[in-house]
């Protein structure tokens, strides 16, 4: 919770690239996450055919993958 993203998709009242902050992340089987976007809209049920990590989360993960 906390990570930074961006759409990848347009949503309702989102346009592609508008930039957001995870607020709620669920799921076992499909992750899926609940996002607060910078222009105030919030949408539910993402996961990555929608959102993509973006900043210090895309680096962090980038460095996990390059480990395995």
Same mark, same amino acid.
């Not at 990590?53 to 390059?66: D, I, V, Y």
């Given at each position: 919770? #906390?990570?930074?993203?961006?759409?990848?998709? %347009? =949503?309702? #009242?989102?346009?592609? #690239?508008? $930039?957001?902050?995870?607020?709620? @992340?669920?799921?076992?089987?499909?992750?899926r996450?609940?996002? =607060?976007? @910078?222009?105030?809209? %919030?949408?539910g049920?993402l996961?990555?055919?929608?959102i993509a990590?973006?900043?210090?989360? $895309?680096?962090?993960? @980038?460095?996990?993958?390059?480990k395995r």
């Open positions: 919770m #906390g990570d930074r993203v961006t759409s990848t998709i %347009e =949503l309702d #009242g989102v346009p592609v #690239g508008t $930039a957001g902050r995870v607020i709620l @992340a669920n799921g076992f089987n499909w992750q996450y609940r996002v =607060l976007f @910078a222009n105030g809209a %919030e949408h049920d996961d990555q055919r929608s990590p973006a900043g210090k989360t $895309a680096k962090r993960l @980038a460095k996990a993958a390059a």
